[in-house]
């Protein structure tokens, strides 16, 4: 390949597909080179280490999930809805990715154990997604919590079952959707009422 | 050691420092019969097979867990007050497991996921010391929700952040204390108000 060619995210398409193949104890920068038909010295030019490509692959990936979300979040209309719906996009992606390709997946998933300050920045993100989807449903008098960053960080925890990695292998149990609903209508009840004093 | 003298709960104890010492993958049911200076027939005559005695040693270990929870589940008083102690009772217990005894906690973990059986009896004994609670929240007009069981099963879940060995690197979390409390808060809420028609 002409070096002038080769953008970021080809390099990125490249790594992919090497991980798809090798497995992330086997694939090496080398290999995305040698696929790409470049000295691994262009790589590096692109991405200065092997961590750093790793993190810019979690990061692609990690986007691949966060923004149908984001959409999800700057709609307008109801926000008990929208905060469902939310729900409901985080898991069917999670969910298709691992039961598509359950090897990549799990390949991704031991990339994101390493690349965790790209992890943080993603659950950060998506937890601030949630937080203005409940800030509007306090807007809206849907919700009444006198926090919505603080709720909304409680209601991605308490929902962790249905989108966290190491829950992936109950994703596939036949109870999983109604599982999903009961804890929802907890959930959703508890920001409709609001903190007790209890 | 005298045969006669050989209860199934010496040979579990025995089966626990062998895994405390070995580890899961190097143990065997002959190190258990070394260990207590016997033939590794007669251990076979008190479990009749490894996965006999590995269960059996699963067992015991989550009713170290279940049994001091049964307690606070068939205590008087509040439910709220008792539902949540139960909860930070069972983080508790869990907590001290992994951080006294990392790797034990993680041969414990190993040999649950190997003895589906003991640990699908053990989630379903807590969910049900879960609902007898939340039952009794019922009866007390603390809860308003219709069906205990299904209620139960539903907060122990969103609670499994806090519980589920699978989140144990999470728990030495200095922020953990302050999201188990957002987390109780919002689920306390949803049982106060009970399931709404949203």
Redesign the interface.
């Known amino acids: 390949m002409n070096d002038s060619a080769l953008t970021p995210e080809r390099i990125l398409d490249a790594a992919e597909e090497v991980l798809r193949r090798y497995g992330l104890a086997k694939a090496t920068v080398v290999d995305v080179a040698r696929f790409l038909e470049v000295s691994h010295g262009t790589i590096y030019r692109h991405f200065p280490s092997k961590a750093a490509l790793r993190d810019a692959v979690a990061e692609r990936w990690l986007h691949r999930v966060s923004t149908p979300l984001a959409a999800i979040a700057e709609e307008q209309g109801s926000a008990?809805e929208r905060l469902h719906r939310w729900f409901e996009q985080l898991m069917t992606l999670k969910r298709q990715k691992v039961l598509n390709e359950p090897e990549l997946f799990a390949t991704y998933s031991a990339i994101a154990q390493e690349a965790r300050g790209v992890v943080q920045a993603h659950i950060a993100e998506l937890v601030s997604q949630v937080a203005a989807i409940v800030e509007s449903g306090v807007s809206s008098k849907e919700f009444k919590v006198t926090d919505p960053q603080?709720?909304a960080?409680?209601?991605f925890?308490?929902?962790?079952?249905f989108h966290?990695p190491?829950?992936a292998s109950e994703w596939s149990d036949p109870d999983i959707d109604t599982?999903f609903a009961?804890?929802w209508?907890?959930?959703?009840?508890?920001?409709?009422?609001?903190?007790?004093m209890?």
């Open positions: 008990i603080v709720a960080k409680a209601v925890q308490a929902m962790v079952r966290h190491a829950h599982d009961q804890v209508r907890l959930i959703v009840a508890g920001l409709v009422v609001g903190e007790l209890v």
